[in-house]
């Protein structure tokens, strides 16, 4: 992504996000760490949009629409369910979201780190057999880990990690086709 269309991008988000670019150019992959809070009414939008944005300016337009669902169900998880662990909370202060992009030929790998150190709930396996599925109306699906449920049938693999100093990432990786058309652009 070039100067000037990253300025452009962090003039949009004013006080609702920060970007962080920081190509190595041996490495033939895209990074970007875009900063949000959970507090701003529309931070999963934000999220989605800037997800869009960035995959499509590395060559990995054909996630986008899965990529852009994946990250505005886990934003809205961190919205609505992460507290922060006592260490991280500051009296008066938002909470911070960081989604993480890493994109190399062949993968997408896309972290969102909340404050949080409470284990995500991850589904097991399936609620009900495949061919119940259509028949029962969402009432009836669990109220939790709709969104991480979600997550797992759109990305090749999903998966957390604690924080160092406090609070967890939940990945999610999404395998590229051939990595050939997703090579970034010089």
């Not at 041996?26 to 999220?47: D, I, P």
């Not at 999903?158 to 990786?173: A, D, E, H, L």
């Amino acid at each position: 992504m070039d100067a000037g269309k990253a300025k452009r991008l962090a003039s949009e988000l004013d006080a609702y996000a920060h970007w962080f670019v920081a190509p190595d150019a041996s490495s033939a992959g895209h990074f970007l760490t875009l900063t949000l809070f959970a507090e701003c009414g529309n931070t999963a939008r934000v999220a989605r949009d800037q997800t869009a944005e960035f995959l499509r300016g590395t060559g990995a337009g054909d996630v986008v629409d899965d990529a852009r669902l994946v990250v505005s169900e886990l934003v809205g998880n961190v919205v609505n369910h992460a507290l922060p662990d006592r260490d991280l909370a500051h009296p008066g202060g938002c909470r911070r979201i960081d989604v993480i992009f890493k994109v190399w030929p062949k993968w997408l790998f896309i972290g969102v780190a909340d404050e949080d150190s409470t284990p995500p709930l991850l589904p097991v396996g399936d609620i009900f057999s495949p061919g119940l599925v259509g028949e029962l109306s969402e009432a009836v699906l669990p109220d939790s880990g709709r969104g991480l449920l979600i997550a797992q049938r759109l990305a090749t693999a999903v998966w957390w990690t604690p924080g160092s100093q406090g609070g967890k990432t939940v990945w999610c990786r999404f395998d590229l086709d051939g990595g050939a058309e997703h090579r970034p652009r010089s």
